[in-house]
């Protein structure tokens, strides 16, 4: 069995397939050495000797220096590795990219709503707009599962802790992000709820929201009724008879919008799973959809590889300040830039944030960047686009969904429980926690270091993410009922 990879001729260090231990004589292409100490499995051995002070190559490109003398065939890793990353950097576009060749585009069985969006679920949601009614739509939502008919995949409520004592652009992110989810395609009918003297006024709400359907959107503000549930009860009835008309219809790939997302990476994360992402990424591209990239802070450090897939200067100007901006927010937190990975990545094998950041933007395969949206902004146009949000799943997951992705897919190394308002596809880097957590995996990506081809599994996801856009199958993530939710918040609180 094969016990070492090097990703790239020029990589300095190779990974390890399996746990091995010291003193093993080991074949990584044409190089013979031995073990100095024990190599977790998605860890790093140095190839050759490296001097201190010098730069450590992974993927082909820098992903820190050396803190010492690393002889070869000794673990590289937080002991003897660390960052090259500053705060501030200066770009320059050097264009380096490809048209995709156009693929004929498949078919999925969607919801066309009335605004000419195509959701992949017919649910209804309520959404309070302020925190104060947390508990109100929770119990409308729990009373209103008797108006479920099998034309609603199900009624969820979407609690948030924010809504009031907001203001400025921290308040209007909130809004944004909440209009965002009430024109969601994935809802039949929302009912958005708020409580009646908060900063996140029910006009201010409406005004953020703009025009909308009458029969799909309905509010409630709890001050303004005698008794806010039984309001509630009466609209929802409404709101679900009027979701249980929709049908699914044969709709283009065109219509998709997928967001990409890692969490819990390891070391076999740059290696299977965001690779076959990337390729499913410029396989739905290929055919007219689209894909959102995300968790800007975990691009530090392989952002110019990204800039000069830009398709035009104004592209590129974005994406610097995408980048320059998170950075500035990094500083005036008084927080480093580097401060990933987590404590869970490094268990995992990854090193230093250009270590984790190489692996992550390969979620993005190689199509031209067509456009970057800011938090709480909506898709516009089709392609391959960035999106200003943080690392943190939940967040970073809730900002795909508001910006219009109809489902994720998030590739994991370490595993998670968690979901998001849209299906989240899990993909695991490694077969291990595939066969371990199979009520949290949908997909496992590790197989290809079992030598099942790349493009026969990217096929494979192709496959999947169509039957769950289709409903014939759903994530597993939706067997369990989550719906996490989490925005984004910048600001003081009053």
Not at 8 to 34: E, I, K, R, W
Not at 350 to 361: F, H, N, Q, R, Y
Not at 420 to 425: A, F, Q, S
Request: glycine share 10%.
């Amino acid at each position: 069995m094969k016990q070492f990879i090097q990703i790239h001729p020029s990589d300095s260090v190779a990974v390890a397939l399996c746990s091995v231990a010291a003193g093993q004589t080991v074949q990584v292409g044409d190089c013979t050495l031995m073990t100095k100490e024990t190599i977790p499995a998605g860890h790093k051995m140095a190839l050759r000797h490296l001097a201190a002070g010098e730069v450590v190559r992974k993927y082909g490109f820098p992903i820190g220096t050396a803190v010492c003398e690393i002889q070869a065939g000794s673990w590289v890793h937080t002991h003897n590795l660390q960052t090259g990353l500053g705060a501030s950097d200066r770009y320059k576009y050097l264009p380096d990219f490809s048209p995709l060749p156009q693929e004929t585009p498949r078919e999925f069985a969607g919801y066309r709503r009335t605004d000419g969006s195509v959701g992949i679920r017919n649910e209804v949601w309520i959404i309070p707009t302020v925190g104060c009614v947390n508990a109100v739509v929770q119990e409308i939502s729990r009373r209103a599962q008797r108006f479920l008919t099998p034309a609603i995949d199900g009624i969820y409520a979407f609690p948030h802790p924010y809504g009031c004592s907001q203001l400025g652009d921290d308040l209007a992110v909130t809004q944004k992000t909440l209009a965002g989810l009430i024109r969601h395609p994935n809802a039949g009918a929302v009912l958005v709820v708020g409580l009646g003297c908060e900063n996140n006024t029910m006009d201010g709400m409406k005004q953020a929201l703009g025009s909308y359907d009458k029969d799909r959107v309905r509010f409630l503000v709890c001050q303004a009724c005698e008794d806010e549930v039984a309001e509630g009860m009466r609209q929802m009835e409404e709101l679900c008879q009027y979701a249980s008309t929709f049908r699914r219809q044969l709709c283009s790939v065109k219509r998709l919008v997928v967001g990409l997302k890692c969490g819990g990476s390891d070391g076999f994360s740059g290696i299977t799973a965001n690779p076959l992402v990337g390729a499913f990424s410029d396989r739905l591209i290929a055919q007219g959809g689209t894909t959102i990239l995300t968790e800007v802070p975990e691009m530090f450090g392989a952002e110019p590889l990204l800039m000069n897939r830009c398709e035009n200067q104004e592209v590129f100007e974005k994406t610097v300040s995408l980048i320059q901006d998170f950075k500035q927010y990094f500083v005036e937190h008084h927080q480093t830039v580097d401060g990933n990975p987590s404590p869970g990545n490094k268990a995992g094998g990854i090193t230093t944030l250009e270590d984790k950041a190489l692996g992550c933007v390969q979620k993005g395969g190689t199509a031209p960047i067509c456009d970057v949206l800011l938090n709480g902004q909506q898709v516009s146009k089709s392609g391959f686009q960035l999106l200003q949000a943080p690392g943190n799943d939940l967040v970073a997951a809730t900002a795909l969904a508001a910006s219009g992705a109809q489902l994720i897919l998030f590739t994991t190394g370490r595993g998670t429980p968690f979901g998001c308002p849209v299906p989240t596809i899990k993909i695991s880097s490694n077969s291990a926690l595939a066969e371990k957590k199979r009520r949290w995996i949908d997909f496992d990506a590790g197989r290809v270091l079992a030598g099942v081809s790349a493009a026969d599994l990217t096929e494979e996801l192709f496959g999947l993410v169509l039957a769950v856009a289709s409903g014939t199958e759903k994530a597993k993530a939706e067997s369990f009922a989550v719906h996490d939710f989490a925005i984004f918040k910048d600001g003081v609180t009053l």
